[in-house]
């Protein structure tokens, strides 16, 4: 039984984003599936290297991810180049940022989400740039 952090149980609706979001610990494998799923309270704690594992699988998907995502700007800047259009488009990024930090449900804030994502968009400019020279 799941029980608040005052120690009184959580019954029906109560605990279903917060407190049971909370209490849960999803280990997903590689696919993004869950492999496991432990709950935290009973004591079954996942140990400190299988967290940790898990942290590897996710940043090699994040790593792939971004490679990917370099490929589509890199055709992105070529198509730009050849129409003569600019390499920095701020209104693009603001509408990307804004997109991204409304579909941002946490832990991770919003401020969080949108110095990664400025980073990730500067190191695609200068990737574009690099094309034009």
């Known amino acids: 039984m799941l029980?608040?952090?005052?120690?009184?149980?959580?019954?029906?609706?109560?605990?279903?984003k917060g407190h049971r979001a909370r209490a849960r610990v999803a280990i997903s494998d590689a696919k993004g599936g869950v492999m496991a799923e432990r709950a935290v309270q009973s004591g079954n704690e996942p140990s400190v290297d299988e967290l940790r594992e898990e942290i590897d699988r996710i940043d090699s998907q994040l790593l792939a991810m971004l490679n990917r995502r370099t490929d589509l700007a890199l055709t992105i800047g070529r198509v730009k180049h050849a129409q003569r259009l600019p390499v920095h488009v701020p209104e693009r990024e603001r509408a990307i940022l804004a997109r991204l930090e409304a579909l941002n449900t946490g832990p991770l804030p919003n401020d969080a989400v949108g110095e990664i994502f400025e980073k990730i968009m500067s190191q695609m400019r200068k990737m574009e740039e690099r094309l034009r020279h």
């Open 3 to 16: 029980r608040s952090r005052q120690g009184t149980p959580l019954s029906g609706n109560q605990g279903a």
